[in-house]
């Protein structure tokens, strides 16, 4: 039996502040391990293609106005639209590295005052991350960061905000990177944690479900 061709990939999701790093880290970790020969995609939330996610974007871009709870729903029917893709990416063997998930979703909500535990709801059953990597900044040097390109939750107070909620849903499988370090050490240290939770999964770790 060729057990590599039956081992699962990894679901491993970057989180952190807008202007963190996380898009350029997805495309690093991409290459790095699409060199080393494992299947590998890059996804991010929210799906802008989508039917949801052109309301999600002009929602972003000021073009529209939703409430705080529709648009919720929407950022959670987005990753709702795509979890059987992505059940399937992962059975067949695929890694799957996805610029924000449910932790935005929740954190970004609930610092507009939303109750945490409603936040949650629309996410349980969705597939639960092996690995969450938290690109930890100080809002102050975010918004430093070559500024912010006018999006609608692309102001200080409100990052400040986000980034406490942020803090609250810390769990397990959570690991930290100092996003102020050089993107270099970023890089590597992301790597690193990465290949160890891929690791895991081809061993057979269980695919399992937020938010139990
Ligand atoms: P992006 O800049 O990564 O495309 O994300 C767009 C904005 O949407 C960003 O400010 C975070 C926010 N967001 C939510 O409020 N809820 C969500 O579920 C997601 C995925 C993002």
Known sequence: INHQSEARGALIVLEGLD???KTSQSGRLLSNLA????????WRFPDRD???GKMIS?????????????IHLLFSA?????????EAKLKSGTSLIVDRYSYSGVAFSAAKGLDIEWCKAPEVGLLAPDLVVYLDIPPEKAAERG?????RYE???????VARHYKMLSDASWKMIDACLPMEDV???????????????QKGKPISQLWL
């Open 78 to 86: 987005n990753r709702w639209e795509k979890r059987s893709l992505m």
């Open 19 to 21: 202007r963190s790093g």
């Open 187 to 201: 890089e590597k240290q992301l790597k690193e944690m990465v290949l160890d939770c891929v690791t895991s999964c």
């Open 147 to 151: 500024g912010y390109g006018g999006e």
């Open 155 to 161: 102001q200080l107070e409100f990052q400040k905000n």
């Open 35 to 42: 060199g080393l020969g494992y299947p590998v995609e890059s």
């Open 58 to 70: 002009s929602y972003l871009s000021n073009k529209s106005q939703l409430d705080d709870h529709t």
């Open 50 to 52: 989508t039917a949801v």
